[in-house]
């Protein structure tokens, strides 16, 4: 069989759309656009962090459905920006935390923050980066939050959140979901890194589920064994109602993939880079669909509405 | 030692400007900046070829520092849109070749480049894709222009141009540079299958340098062995002189670098996905530097002017 039958083999045509049902073993439930759902209210655990690149999408949706809202560095001067002129929009959108060291903060974004009640935290390490940073601000939230603690006065100014938060004892970890704008689409190398960080998060902290929202997709990561993806349906993030969607084994091995409710589905695919990377492929299921993978691998699903 | 101590000894603090030798032994030549150079003529083999999505950057100057310019599909939709309501300007900026399966290209755009000189190619094969099409279109034009032939009149319609260049006897490879736009920087799914384009034909046919452009950067491939990156200066492509860069191990294996010009300079430093990657770099290398590594690996420049 030559190569390429071989691979029409393993990959099915579907229908345009699909009903798929829900697994019946343990899998991992993933809901990439809660945020998009028409609820008013702000959903309990959910976070938006906003890294420092120029905002291109609708930022109030964002603030309206996450509990706690989060700017890392320069993403304040960002979020400062979005609201052009209109002082009493930028107003009502006030981050409850800047965090970073603090290379790219403006001085009068920082002053307007501070004055308005955001908790600024000075992390100057050099060693990680402003977005681990606030990994570690988000965990600390929620931990003192439940536990009804506050924030202690003093913060060590070189890595105090880090340390505090690898001093607690016992089960601090909270299922927590963060909506991450701006940590894909600009500088590749920046793209790239968020990516690395991904993997890495859901190794020490499978706790936390990461969303990276940029201007055209939203980016996440399936994991290891069986993942049921869902949504209201398919026109809540898609015009068409047919999503481009694409699974990209970035993690420096090859992944074997199986999925049902996708337009080009797979059965014991291998992907890998160099190889079979499974791209402008769209959605068929109608409200969700399963992709199992020998290991964990990113997806990305076209946002054009 | 700690992980964190080992990191800090591999990695050396540069000044921000360094004067980085040429090396003496054999080494890849790289210079992704020659479009940004102060000649006003096409540099021969070079290649503008432009991909389906929305064009963000300064267009005009691609097209004046190159000898062919060539549309993937709905990228002749971008180039049209590109000149709004101009038509004057629209006219004297006509791509040589359009090439596809054509889902994308719109009859009045194909008409207007038909009649205005374009050669349009229809592949309708759908196991390659659009980019690849072109790859093979761009090849095949420098062989038949060193050879003096001409396009024949026939070619199939569902994978033509593949069949007509792997027949070719010989030498048919040429030295070309081709810059793409809209490669990377849109959906996540086609950047990371341009990445693996990227690495796959770099195999395949290392004669062809391919340049990823970005509304941010520059994307390119540093080969396995030692890597001489030059420029005129700095400023021709940053605005501080202080470009920012990143090295990426998208290949599937880790890699092994050093470097000679960078703010951080790394010595026999393992990078990989899911371990450390060079990112938020930045390059102190006057008017060049240089990069020794284990196997092929991404970097990207910042571009800022």
């Known amino acids: 069989m030559s190569r390429s039958e071989k691979l029409k083999e393993q990959v099915i045509e579907q229908p345009n759309t699909l009903k798929i049902e829900p697994p019946k073993s343990p899998h991992h439930h993933i809901q990439p656009f809660i945020h998009l759902s028409h609820t008013a209210n702000p959903?309990?655990?959910?976070?938006?962090?906003?890294?420092?690149?120029?905002?291109?999408?609708?930022?109030?949706?964002?603030?309206?459905?996450?509990?706690?809202?989060?700017?890392?560095?320069?993403?304040?001067?960002?979020?400062?920006?979005?609201?052009?002129?209109?002082?009493?929009?930028?107003?009502?959108?006030?981050?409850?935390?800047?965090?970073?060291?603090?290379?790219?903060?403006?001085?009068?974004?920082?002053?307007?923050?501070?004055?308005?009640?955001?908790?600024?935290?000075?992390?100057?390490?050099?060693?990680?980066?402003?977005?681990?940073?606030?990994?570690?601000?988000?965990?600390?939230?929620?931990?003192?939050?439940?536990?009804?603690?506050?924030?202690?006065?003093?913060?060590?100014?070189?890595?105090?959140?880090?340390?505090?938060?690898?001093?607690?004892?016992?089960?601090?970890?909270?299922?927590v979901k963060i909506y991450v704008l701006n940590a894909v689409g600009g500088r590749f190398d920046q793209s790239i890194q968020s990516i690395n960080q991904l993997y890495i998060l859901n190794e020490s902290t499978p706790n936390l589920s990461l969303f990276f929202i940029t201007a055209s997709d939203v980016i996440f990561l399936l994991k290891r064994g069986k993942n049921y993806v869902t949504y209201d349906d398919r026109f809540l993030f898609s015009k068409s109602g047919f999503p481009s969607c694409g699974m990209l084994p970035l993690s420096n091995k090859p992944i074997i993939l199986s999925s049902y409710g996708l337009k080009y589905d797979v059965r014991e695919w291998t992907s890998k880079m160099m190889g079979y990377v499974s791209s402008s492929n769209s959605i068929s299921g109608e409200d969700g669909f399963i992709v199992e993978c020998s290991d964990d691998i990113v997806m990305n699903i076209e946002i054009d509405v």
């Open 43 to 175: 959903i309990k655990n959910n976070v938006l962090l906003i890294l420092n690149q120029k905002i291109t999408i609708d930022l109030i949706s964002f603030f309206q459905k996450t509990d706690i809202s989060i700017c890392a560095d320069g993403g304040a001067n960002r979020l400062y920006e979005y609201f052009n002129n209109d002082e009493q929009l930028r107003a009502q959108y006030i981050p409850d935390y800047i965090v970073g060291d603090f290379d790219s903060l403006r001085p009068e974004v920082r002053s307007y923050y501070e004055s308005k009640g955001s908790r600024v935290i000075h992390q100057a390490e050099q060693y990680s980066n402003d977005f681990m940073k606030c990994i570690y601000c988000i965990q600390l939230h929620y931990y003192l939050r439940d536990e009804d603690k506050t924030w202690p006065e003093d913060i060590n100014e070189e890595n105090g959140i880090a340390q505090l938060w690898e001093s607690l004892p016992g089960d601090k970890h909270k299922e």
